[in-house]
């Protein structure tokens, strides 16, 4: 629990220091994975950042996640969610030999997606933000391990 809990403290970090450098692909890579859902955490009206376990949801792995990035700003999420598949527009695009870094948001800015992913570790941490120009903003943060 406190793995996960540095691992979104360091990827807010990683998130805020790109900001200022908001494209930077480093390497031209062409990737898959298969990710096994570990746990979800959930905001919205229901649940203040509860936490459940892969066990407890109806939710699915990823069996089909791929990273398309070529230098020097062309970056392609598939198999994470229909609106990161269909996206070309990320704000955010930071890949290196060690993470994959990407934010988007639709045209009216009140819904985003974001992820990371340790390629080292395997380690992804995808976070939906739902209304966010509203009181009542829903997020739904989900973190995988993939191979």
Do not use: W
Not at 9 to 34: C, H, M, R, T, Y
Not at 91 to 105: C, M, R, T
């Amino acid at each position: 629990m406190i793995k996960f809990f540095l691992y979104i403290s360091i990827s807010l970090l990683v998130f805020n220091s790109s900001f200022a450098k908001n494209i930077d692909i480093q390497e031209d890579i062409k990737i898959g994975f298969v990710c096994e859902l570990e746990k979800k955490i959930l905001k919205n009206s229901e649940y203040n950042y509860k936490t459940f376990l892969a066990k407890d949801l109806d939710d699915q792995n990823l069996d089909k996640f791929e990273i398309d990035a070529k230098q020097p700003e062309k970056l392609l999420i598939n198999g994470l969610s229909l609106f990161l598949s269909q996206t070309a527009k990320f704000e955010v695009k930071v890949v290196n030999k060690d993470i994959v870094l990407f934010k988007a948001f639709d045209e009216g800015k009140n819904y985003s997606e974001s992820g990371i992913i340790n390629r080292k570790s395997g380690e992804l941490v995808h976070e939906i933000t739902i209304g966010i120009k509203s009181d009542n903003l829903e997020k739904n943060i989900s973190f995988y391990l993939c191979s």
